[in-house]
């Protein structure tokens, strides 16, 4: 009875968020466990019976998890936020400062789940402010200036205008991502 005991408590303690992975992995808003069995919790369950969670981000968070036990270490104390995927354009979010300590990987990091999935990946942070959002959104276009038009019912919207080079994906495309992620209505210019 023993021997059944201790896997018995290991899976209710994975169920509970408490402990299978260690403290250095990855963070996303589901428990690794869920994750790599693909079984869900009852708490996971009703993240993404809510939409809090979509099935793009499970199968992110999941790539990523696999890349980072195959040697991208780099991804340790990274935090997933959230995904965005608009046609084939793929939108990763991470928390501010992780980009940072992604650093030089980013660009392998992008490639290899650019090779899984087939869609242009790119990556920003989510908990900055606006601008810095939209700066790293149009990379590698430069952001000239931002104003809000306020509109007859009400509604904002956002007159971005950029100089330099294209953005990494098609503008309207991009806006869609901004409108998704940060409920932004954009409306998207290039310097004359």
């Known amino acids: 009875m023993g021997e059944v005991r201790a896997p018995l408590d290991m899976l209710i303690s994975a169920l509970s968020h408490e402990a299978v992975a260690g403290e250095e992995d990855l963070e996303t808003k589901l428990c690794h466990f869920c994750l790599k069995t693909g079984v869900l919790c009852p708490r996971c369950e009703e993240k993404v019976r809510s939409g809090e969670v979509s099935q793009s981000y499970i199968g992110v968070a999941r790539l990523l998890l696999d890349l980072e036990d195959k040697g991208f270490t780099a991804l340790q104390d990274a935090t997933l936020m959230d995904v965005a995927e608009i046609g084939d354009v793929l939108v990763l979010v991470f928390k501010r400062g992780d980009l940072t300590r992604l650093g030089p990987t980013r660009g392998r990091l992008a490639r290899a789940l650019e090779g899984e999935l087939g869609k242009r990946v790119h990556m ?5 402010d606006e601008r810095t959002f939209l700066e790293q959104l149009f990379a590698p276009a430069t952001l000239v200036t931002i104003n809000r038009i306020w509109l007859p019912d009400d509604s904002v919207e956002i007159k971005v ?11 309207r495309t991009l806006a869609e991502v901004a409108r998704e992620l940060r409920n932004l209505s954009l409306r998207v ?3 004359r």
């Open 124 to 128: 920003v942070e989510g908990d900055v």
């Open 161 to 171: 205008i950029l100089r330099g080079r294209r953005p990494w994906a098609d503008v």
């Open 189 to 191: 210019e290039f310097e």
